[in-house]
Every structure is written in C-alpha cells, then in structure tokens.
C-alpha cells in the first residue's frame, strides 16, 4: 500500500489547502512558493501515475486516491483565484481581458469534476471503467496551465510593486503574462465542456434506466 506513487498522491492531497492558502498573503514570497508547490504537484502527478506503470506497483487505493487529490488541487487553486480577482480592493490581480474569474466558470469547472466522479461511479456499478479520453487529458493540461500562470501573475503584480519595477520588459511582460492567464483560460473553459460532451455521448448507454438495455 505505501508504494512511492501513493506517497506522492497522499503528498498532493496534504499540500492542496498549504497552496490554497498561500496566495491570501501579502507580498510575492507566499504567492511563488504557491506556484513552486503547485508545478511540484502537477510534476509529481505525472511521475507517479508514469512510476506505477513502469513498474507495475498499481494499487486500488492508488486508483481511489489520485482523481481525489487531482480535483482537490484543483478546488484548493480555484477558490483564491475565483476570491482575489473578484475582491474589489485587489483589481491590480485581476485577469486581462476576463476581469474576474466569472461565476459561471468556476461553476462549469467545479461542476464539472463532480458530475464526472458521479458519472464514472455510476458507471462502475454497471460494470463499465470510464478511461481518461484525449479531450479530457488537455482539458487537464490547460487547468493546469492556467491554474499555474495566474498564480504565478499575482506574484508578478506583487514583485512590481516591491521592486518598482518600469519599463518596456516590464510592460511586455505585463502583456504576454496577462494574455497567456486569458488564453489558458479560454481554451481550459472550451474543453471542459466539449470533454463533459464527449463522455457523455460515448458512454450515453448507461444513462439508460434499464440496466439489461444494449
């Protein structure tokens, strides 16, 4: 049970409310250890999952475990994100283009997780293991992205303050930074719903009430 691969999924799991605390602090240190344990999670997510099968040390309670700490990760990231851009004192944070995280979104990307856990545990009672599909390992990918670079943008507002930084690198940056929060969350938005589709209508069958039906 205590294989390498769980121990880092526990890890994930002890460390989702350290990262989601992390940014309420004032001043950029907090705010890069945040985004420093965020990218050591996300890493050690792939290293895992990778280890597990390599050496073929998959255990039930890894399976049970790793979709628990990867939407816990992702809930722990969404709420400092969804209050700091949405605070109304705190606009320096807030996303290009987008302002704040809109409500909808985080209620499609929270929504999300939770209909697909009921969906897959649905599924198993029936005898059916909903595999992760393409669509739904990009949607992941670009979360991650987004999740990553916005944490990493309110340290960035943070150190420009601190260190008076001006000038044309520093407005460049300030523009590639912001469009690249913008764009990650866009893309994460589209694919969350066309993933959400996709395994709706590949494994609509089971949404049948009659078990015995084809």
Do not use: C
């Not at 309420?24 to 240190?29: H, P, R, W």
């Not at 649905?122 to 979360?143: C, D, E, N, S, Y």
């Amino acid at each position: 049970m205590w294989t390498l691969p769980n121990i880092l999924t526990l890890a994930r799991i002890g460390l989702a409310p350290v990262i989601a605390l992390l940014p309420f602090i004032e001043g950029s240190t907090p705010k890069i250890i945040a985004f420093a344990v965020f990218l050591a999670a996300a890493f050690s997510d792939v290293i895992d999952g990778w280890y597990a099968r390599r050496y073929r040390i998959v255990t039930d309670l890894g399976k049970m475990l790793d979709p628990v700490a990867d939407k816990l990760m992702l809930f722990a990231m969404l709420v400092p994100i969804f209050w700091i851009t949405r605070h109304p004192t705190l606009a320096d944070y807030r996303i290009p283009w987008w302002g704040s995280l809109p409500v909808w979104v985080a209620v499609l990307l929270v929504g999300r997780e939770i209909l697909m856990t009921l969906f897959r545990w649905h599924a198993q009672r029936r005898g059916v293991i909903i595999a992760a599909a393409g669509p739904g390992k990009l949607k992941t990918v670009f979360q991650n992205i987004f999740i990553g670079a916005t944490i990493a943008w309110f340290a960035w507002k943070d150190l420009i303050v601190e260190m008076r930084w001006v000038g044309r690198y520093r407005d460049f940056w300030d523009r590639f930074h912001g469009a690249l929060v913008a764009v990650t969350l866009a893309v994460a938005v589209v694919l969350t719903a066309y993933s959400l589709g996709v395994y709706l209508y590949r494994y609509r069958t089971l949404l049948r009430t009659d078990p015995g039906g084809p």
